[in-house]
């Protein structure tokens, strides 16, 4: 059995105390370090979402129940096209439940791993509704601090939907740095790891090294050990191939990694690089989850 004692005692109706919907739990979505994920759909309306369930179990220590409280304060607050939609929350005796809107496409993780290498026009439409929804979020003083492949989630129409807050956190003001992060964000920037103080260019790095894996097909300081890939950043060593992508993405990549956080360009700036005035599709279909589309 690959049930573990959690995943057993899971109900398979779960009612909504606050607006008394019922939801039945319906297919296995993923895991995550506290959550696991299950399709859910509201026994009246017939509306599936995806539903994330945190054990009690998990929520013990001050810290992590904290973690939590500021994923579910900053995404509740959230609307937006390119952002995973957060519907309700509430929990019973066991659990912490999380209704979300649902991505049946899963994540660019999972399309990367399947395609290695995306093309410039796909990453052009992917990037693009990242920096789309990035825009938002720092209008809105949050910064998101974990932007990696696994966090931009795709629905049936293969739309980002940008999700996992649980490392965001929100800017008292303009001038706001952040000392601390309780977390390992995936594409760290070097003055998180150097303990620099922080802001919204966090998400700028990140996005960088979201742009270098997909055009490139690997990460941009991936390493065997966590303390390599730090060392690396810390210097910023790291290499783009000659000749495999355009003059446009390659230094709208070296823009975003710039060690010094303050040369680097804003979301805004971004949004208006020249990159992206290169064919974009309008749509992509689902295949692209697997094979490449042909641009003739
Ligand atoms: P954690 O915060 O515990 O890391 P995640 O938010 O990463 O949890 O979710 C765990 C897994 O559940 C994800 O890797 C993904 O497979 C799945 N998942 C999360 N959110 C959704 C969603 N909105 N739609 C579909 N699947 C999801």
């Not at 949050?142 to 966090?151: F, Q």
């Not at 742009?211 to 065997?224: C, N, S, V």
Request: net charge positive; hydrophobic share 30%; glycine share 6%.
């Amino acid at each position: 059995m690959n049930t573990t004692k959690e995943e057993f005692n899971i109900p398979n109706v779960i009612i909504d105390p606050k607006t008394r919907a019922q939801y039945a739990k319906g297919k296995f979505l993923g895991k995550g370090g506290f959550a696991r994920c299950y399709e859910l759909t509201d026994v009246n309306t017939g509306q599936i979402y995806a539903g994330k369930i945190v054990p009690k179990t998990m929520l013990v220590k001050p810290h992590q129940k904290e973690k939590m409280q500021q994923e579910v304060t900053i995404h509740q607050s959230l609307t937006h096209k390119h952002i995973v939609q957060f519907f309700s929350y509430f929990e019973d005796e066991n659990y912490v439940y999380i209704i979300l809107e649902l991505c049946r496409r899963r994540s660019l993780m999972e399309l990367h791993r399947r395609r290695k290498t995306v093309t410039e026009p796909e990453t052009r439409y992917f990037v693009k509704q990242i920096v789309d929804a990035c825009l938002y979020l720092h209008e809105k003083r949050i910064i998101h601090r974990d932007l990696k492949l696994g966090n931009l989630f795709l629905n049936d129409q293969m739309e980002i939907k940008i999700g996992d807050f649980g490392l965001a956190t929100r800017m008292e003001n303009d001038s706001d740095r952040k000392r601390t992060l309780c977390g390992t964000p995936n594409y760290i920037a070097p003055e998180v790891i150097n303990k620099k103080g922080h802001g919204y260019e966090v998400d700028v790095w990140s996005l960088g090294c979201v742009l270098y894996t997909l055009l490139i097909g690997k990460p941009p300081f991936e390493t065997t050990t966590l303390k390599d890939t730090y060392s690396k950043i810390r210097k910023n060593d790291y290499e783009i191939p000659p000749n495999c992508i355009s003059p446009e993405s390659c230094l709208l990549i070296q823009r975003c990694l710039q060690h010094d956080p303050q040369e680097r360009p804003s979301m805004r700036k971004i949004s208006q690089d020249i990159f992206f005035s290169g064919f974009t599709p309008a749509t992509l279909p689902t295949s692209v989850c697997t094979i490449a589309p042909r641009y003739s």
